[in-house]
């Protein structure tokens, strides 16, 4: 389970791990102690000058070899990373504060979704389309779009990670990626699997740095000609609306605000259960995280009391400790934030079950919250807590609860308990978000799209639709001379 932080977490350019040009630095801290483990250099324009050169170097090189090769590359990564599981994760756990476990399972789903990738590379498909005359061949290619800059979040630092460097990759483009600073260690050891499995230099390129300083370089960039980014809606359109400027296609995963509908037929106890469990996962810092528990009036004192009763036995704790059940939030900055919300919803009426306050004098912990009856004029009922807050609220009919659930712009992901099958029929076609899961939590598998809809974003991760993101449609029609 040992892991020796590194005292600065270098860039990666051009196949080389150097410090930035100015030799700066920022502070990375632990979440659990607030101890600082050590810093991460601190790139600025002279740096994402030589990365974008050499992604650019490294694209013409990539792009040649052949989609069997760069698959085979992709899974000796993956192959590596199953191998250093326990060091990988301990880094993980110190910088981000997930419980060990879930960093461990976050390795080996990055494993995984680099390995399914790695066959989408071998999936590529042009097609052949039959001429009005016999002299003509009309043929549709798909071409690697180019040089890809990516902004990746601090949530789950490794897994969106290698959504976007295994995409490029398999489809042959290279990229520039803005990893967190926060978790910088563990990003780099998903790059150094890369470079480890014979990945060219050049063709994956990683820096740190103040986000809009990164953004503001890379975007506009003429040799940049993809954007994926992973983050918060306000700051993803404000990236959208420059990258529309420079006609760069554009892939966003935004911010969600998931409702669930939780229908008096269902096993009340059951869904009570998992919903504690899925909502205190990575202490509720997930934009999927069940947030608005919509629960039919006749289940919906028995649900409340089920619900408050488990979330009074989750013990808070550093992510190391075997006995923690939810680690720290990643930042101070959102203690700072929950509380806000949670006393502005208490002052308009809501009622506090459980939580609603820090736990302990060190470290970002912050306990499990039940709010009930929150009135939907309150800012956590319209804005994401991102979080271990649940706010729980009554309905009377499928109608409205389906109404509730579609009232916010975002649409990323819903959820629903029932055993009726035409309940579950209208929540699957008329709730407007990206995702549903209906009695379970199946989101954000490697084989499935990830992505949502309003204004959680456009384009998808995972799945068959996400090499789509990376390749740009050719027509050729040629007719014989």
Known sequence: ?????????????????????????????????????????????????????????????????????????????????????????????????????????????????????????????????????????????????????????????LFQLVRKIAGALAAGCAIVVKGPEETPACCAELVRAYADAG?????????????????????????????????????????????????????M?????????????????????????????????????????????RVYPQFLEMLVAKARTVKVGNGLDPGSQMGPLANPRRPQAIAALVQDAVEQGAKLHVGGERVGTLGNFYAPTILSDVPLSARAMNEEPFGPVALVRPFDTLEDGIREANRLPYGLASYAFTRSIARARAVAERVETGMTSINHFGLGNPEAPFGGVKDSGHGFEGGSEAIEAYLQTRFVTMADL
């Open 1 to 157: 389970m040992s892991a020796t932080y590194p005292a600065n977490v270098e860039l990666y350019i051009d196949g080389a791990w150097c410090t930035a040009a100015a030799d700066e630095t920022i502070p990375v801290r632990n979440p659990a102690t607030d101890a600082i483990l050590g810093t991460v250099s601190h790139a600025r324009r002279a740096d994402l000058e030589r990365a974008v050169a050499a992604a650019e170097r490294g694209f013409e090189l990539w792009r040649r070899i052949s989609p069997l090769e760069r698959a085979k590359r992709m899974r000796k990564a993956s192959l590596l990373l199953r191998e250093r599981v326990s060091q990988i994760a301990v880094l993980l756990t110190l910088e981000q504060g997930k419980l060990l476990s879930e960093a461990q399972a976050e390795v080996e789903r990055v494993a995984d979704g680099n390995d399914w990738m790695a066959g989408e590379a071998e999936r590529i498909y042009g097609r052949t389309i039959m001429g009005r005359t016999g002299n003509v061949t009309q043929t549709v290619v798909k071409d690697p779009v180019g040089v890809v800059a990516a902004f990746t979040p601090w949530n789950f630092p």
């Open 199 to 251: 990945v060219p230099a050049g063709v994956i390129n990683l820096v740190f740095g103040t986000p809009a300083e990164v953004s503001s370089f890379l975007i506009p960039h003429p040799a940049i000609r993809k954007l994926s980014f992973t983050g918060s809606t306000v700051v993803g359109k404000q990236l959208a609306a420059l990258a529309g400027t420079h006609m760069k296609v554009m892939t």
């Open 253 to 297: 995963e935004l911010g969600g605000h998931a409702p669930v509908l939780v229908f008096d037929d269902c096993d009340v106890g059951a869904a009570a259960a998992a919903l504690c469990a899925f909502k205190i996962r990575n202490a509720g810092q997930s934009c999927i995280s069940p947030t608005r528990l919509l629960v039919q009036q």
